[in-house]
């Protein structure tokens, strides 16, 4: 076996070719025997021959040359001038009163920093890419089925205009086949009324030539002629034959009455890709099974909350929820029992605009006429926000823990949308790209809620729109109803929430329904059972959709 060439055969010197590698160059990057050492550190004299054991190869630092003095090896580092300098460098002043650095520290930073990156690489952007190729190449399968059923769906409606055709076909040749017959039908009758005529005149003949042959005068005086008769010939039935008018094929009508294919286009939303992450929380730690619409939603169960009218609901838990209606008090019912557990008053004695719940458990609402955000701990009441010259509407607790609010001016003109993290403003959503307001002007109606991929969704009842930004603000989309509608009215958005696949549900009072939306603003269908003027919603974590309804909370399943 060459042990130069053998795969299985330990390193050997880079000199010999034949020894065991025991030493290593450093300056040269040459692997080195014992024996072959000497001869290597005379082979080039200029150099600085940093020779160290094999196992520790790559330790001994290659100082850079100086730029400015060739001669010279940079040890240290300017920071203001961003470069290695080296001891003659800083002898002459160049560097005079500039923050040095040894360069072993800087490399040692360097390397930490293509560390972390080579981390992020390896443990957070690659396996994002990996995402990213998957889920193009399952957009490219279902393109793929997408494209074979629309063909399938384009010869099985050629097949029906066929047999559209056929039918027609078939009914003219009927229609043709009936003329025939009733044009046949009196061309034979009067042909049977000449035949009759064509007899009598043959027996009138015989009649005529008896009278002529015979001497008999008494019986030349009986016979009559009927020739005059004969005379009037009968009438000539003309036929006129039914002709086809075919209708123009004209490409362009055709096409209308045949149908066509919509248009196909790519968009491209640079934030629909989100980085994968190795933190996880309860909510994003992991996907959620996928769960597909019921055909038809069904109402599990009725809880009367004996409000005059009821506006808000939210889960507290899958057993208990927080309602609240027009008067001050907010009051928890149990979901199962339908029993009144608690009952809070706000703190000013007004009524709550809207209620929530945060991650710990605890209720908050926004109070209208006091310009106030409050938390409800231990039965009492905590002023957390207090607005000047603003006041809240809709609130939301995120996943995170921050709160989200949505509010209008004292003039109702502008209406913007604050996070608060610890009851601090953190930021502030008004405008879009182009310096637009995102949200209509004026005291209407807006809630808020906060998506599972952490979207900011807002009913905006002044826009009769949801208004959709991402994380940090930008606008999505604006979905603005579906037609045709249950009720055929214009779409009236009340409360909003979400659920654990990312679907925006948001209720009309106009069409009594609730319009189940994906996180990319299309629309998936109604929820249309029967609701009267639904206001409130809210979801468990068992994907339960939980309506307020003038009085009553209806639970509805619409998930399987």
């Keep these: 076996m060459d042990p130069r060439t053998s795969a299985q055969d330990v390193m050997r ?74 001891i003659s460098c800083i002898e002459s002043n160049q560097h005079l009163g500039h923050e040095l650095s040894n360069l072993l520290r800087i490399l040692d930073e360097k390397k930490d920093i293509f560390k972390k990156e080579r981390n992020e690489l390896n443990d957070t952007i690659y396996p994002t890419y990996q995402d990213i190729a998957s889920d193009v190449q399952n957009r490219m399968s279902q393109l793929e ?21 056929d039918k027609l ?45 015979t001497n008999d005068l008494s019986r030349l005086f009986s016979i009559t002629s009927n020739v005059q008769r004969y005379r009037n010939l009968p009438p000539k039935i003309m036929v006129s034959f039914p002709k086809l008018i075919p209708g123009k094929i004209q490409g362009e009508e ?30 994003a730690g992991s996907s959620p099974p996928v769960k597909q619409l019921l055909d038809e939603p069904e109402t599990v169960n009725t809880i009367d909350t004996r409000y005059d009218n009821l506006y808000n609901v939210a889960c507290l838990s899958d057993e208990e ?33 809207d209620i929530a719940v945060t991650k710990s458990g605890d209720l908050v609402y926004t109070d209208y006429d006091d310009r106030t955000v409050n938390i409800v701990k231990n039965e009492k009441i905590e002023e957390v926000i207090r607005l000047q010259n603003w006041i809240p509407k809709g609130v939301c607790s995120t996943s995170s823990g921050d709160l989200l609010v949505i509010m209008d001016s004292d003039d109702y003109k502008p209406t913007k949308v604050v996070r608060y993290s610890g009851f601090t403003e953190k930021q502030t959503i008004q405008f879009d790209d182009q310096g637009k307001p995102l949200y209509s002007s004026g005291g209407y109606y807006r809630y808020i809620n906060e998506n ?46 979400t659920d654990s696949q990312s679907h925006i549900l948001t209720a009309d009072a106009n069409n009594e329904c609730v319009h189940i939306i994906d996180q990319d603003g299309q629309f998936l269908r109604y929820i249309d059972c029967g609701l009267s003027e ?27």
């Design 13 to 86: 010197c880079d000199l010999c070719e034949t020894a065991v590698v025991q030493m290593h160059c450093d300056t040269c990057l040459v692997n080195l025997c014992t024996a072959c050492v000497g001869k290597h550190m005379i082979s080039d004299e200029s150099k600085d021959h940093k020779v160290v054991k094999f196992q520790s190869r790559k330790s001994t630092p290659l100082y850079p040359g100086c730029n400015t003095h060739s001669k010279e090896r940079c040890k240290m580092y300017c920071k203001q001038c961003d470069i290695p300098v080296c």
């Design 145 to 165: 089925k997408e494209y074979g059923d629309l063909s399938t769906a384009i010869t099985k409606h050629g097949e029906d205009w066929h047999r559209e055709i």
């Design 169 to 213: 076909v078939k009914k003219l040749k009927a229609e043709v086949d009936e003329m025939k017959n009733t044009q046949l039908q009196t061309l034979q009758k009067q042909l049977d009324e000449i035949n009759k005529t064509m007899s009598d005149i043959k027996d009138e003949i015989k009649s005529v030539e008896m009278a002529i042959d």
């Design 254 to 283: 055709l096409n209308k009455m045949f149908g066509a294919v919509s248009s196909s286009s790519f968009t491209s939303d640079k934030h629909g890709y989100r980085m994968k992450t190795t933190q996880k929380s309860p909510e």
């Design 321 to 353: 929820i927080w309602t609240s209606g027009h008067d001050s008090t907010m009051k928890l019912f149990s979901i199962n029992q339908g029993s009144l557990l608690k009952s809070i008053t706000t703190k000013s004695g007004k009524i709550p605009y």
């Design 452 to 497: 599972r991929n952490l979207d900011i969704c807002v009913s905006d009842k002044g826009a009769r729109a949801v208004v959709v930004v991402n994380q940090v603000g930008k606008l999505r989309f604006r979905y603005t109803g579906h037609t045709p509608a249950p009720k055929n009215k214009p779409f009236n958005p009340r409360g909003i929430t």
């Design 534 to 560: 639904p206001w409130g919603l809210c979801t468990d974590t068992n994907d339960n959709l939980f309506v307020a309804q003038l009085r009553k909370v209806r639970k509805i399943k619409y998930l399987r």
